[in-house]
């Protein structure tokens, strides 16, 4: 499995390197800045996940890579917008230092504001997606939802307002479907929704399998924080007890946090069953999540 996934990697790299404006066309501190933001290294599980759902629906892989492309770049403007002074004040990311460090935090809100605007351009543009009108709008619609006040950046203002707060269980997990599910569900469903092949049940069981890893991704997110080190972090250990932020390690101790990431995962994988071998990939991501863990 690990030479598909290096495959499908060197793909989404080679597509996002054509979809980015080079560094020498004007205005060209924001295109070197863009470009050194998404071309920064990461292991593009959201991509992955786009590609790895459509292999399971029997969509082409030239199909998918406008949706991977817009996942990617979604995710890469949150990581640029979140390590700003303003938010988690972050110097580390993928090992190098953050968009605001290496260039300035003006640039670093503009390259954000840009690759949100890339990603939304190429599900419109992208002619190698062969989607018709009605399901092109759809994901656009879904990616929209997902990144906005009802998924991701609402997640985000959830989180920056609870720092320091005492918050329950619920509400932490409220918080995380907001801000890291909602974009990890969106990239299963960008392809479910290219997909002709996909009825309402294999929606429902992918829907279900995105968002048990969603949540398992996160709380293995907070485990690594406290058992993680820097360098294989490529950010910096312990930023979130630093900000005061809740997590599930603080809320449910460490241990526990571990099986309830198990449990999720396990969860995840009953839910694809029915896809048998073409799942393969699903599969293996959501395995690899409670691999980092342990």
Same mark, same amino acid.
């Given at each position: ?6 495959e499908l990697q060197q793909r989404v790299e ?8 080079? /560094? ?12 050194? =933001? ?5 292991? &593009? ?8 759902? *459509?292999? %399971? ?20 403007? =949150? ?13 580390? &990311?993928?090992?190098?230092? $953050? ?9 670093? !809100? ?5 690759? +949100? ?6 599900? %419109? ?6 989607? /018709? ?12 939802? #997902? ?7 609402? *997640? ?25 599910g909602a974009l990890i569900r969106a990239a ?27 949540? #398992?991704?996160?709380? +293995? ?22 900000? *005061?932020?809740? $997590?599930?390690?603080?809320?449910? *101790?460490?241990?526990? =946090? ?12 009953? =839910? !694809? ?5 073409? /799942? ?11 691999? &980092?863990?342990?």
């Amino acid at each position: 499995m690990k030479p598909l996934i290096s495959e499908l990697q060197q793909r989404v790299e080679a597509r996002l390197q054509d979809w980015l404006p080079a /560094a020498s066309i004007h205005p060209q501190m924001l295109h070197e800045a863009m470009r050194y =933001s998404v071309l920064n290294g990461g292991k &593009r599980i959201r991509p992955i996940l786009t590609y790895g759902t *459509g292999m %399971a629906l029997g969509v082409p892989l030239e199909q998918l890579d406008g949706p991977a492309c817009a996942m990617e770049l979604i995710h890469v403007y =949150s990581l640029v917008h979140d390590d700003l002074p303003a938010m988690d004040d972050d110097d580390l &990311r993928r090992g190098k230092p $953050t968009c605001h460090k290496a260039f300035d935090e003006a640039t670093a !809100i503009l390259v954000g504001d840009a690759l +949100q605007a890339l990603a939304f351009q190429i599900l %419109a543009q992208d002619r190698s997606m062969l989607a /018709a009108a009605e399901p092109r709008l759809a994901m656009i619609q879904h990616l929209a939802m #997902a990144s906005g006040s009802r998924g991701m950046v609402g *997640g985000q203002a959830i989180d920056l307002a609870s720092a320091g707060k005492t918050v329950s269980i619920a509400e932490l997990e409220d918080m995380h479907v907001h801000k890291t599910g909602a974009l990890i569900r969106a990239a299963v469903m960008l392809a479910t929704l290219g997909a002709p092949s996909a009825n309402e049940d294999d929606t429902a069981k992918l829907d279900h399998y995105a968002k048990c890893i969603g949540l #398992a991704f996160q709380i +293995q997110d907070d485990v690594l924080d406290v058992i993680g080190d820097t360098h294989t972090l490529g950010k910096t250990q312990g930023a979130d007890q630093a900000l *005061g932020k809740a $997590t599930y390690p603080a809320l449910m *101790g460490l241990e526990a =946090s571990k099986k309830e990431a198990l449990e999720l995962v396990n969860q995840a994988l009953s =839910s !694809i069953e029915r896809f048998g071998e073409k /799942a393969e990939l699903l599969r293996y991501i959501a395995r690899y999540i409670i691999e &980092r863990i342990h």
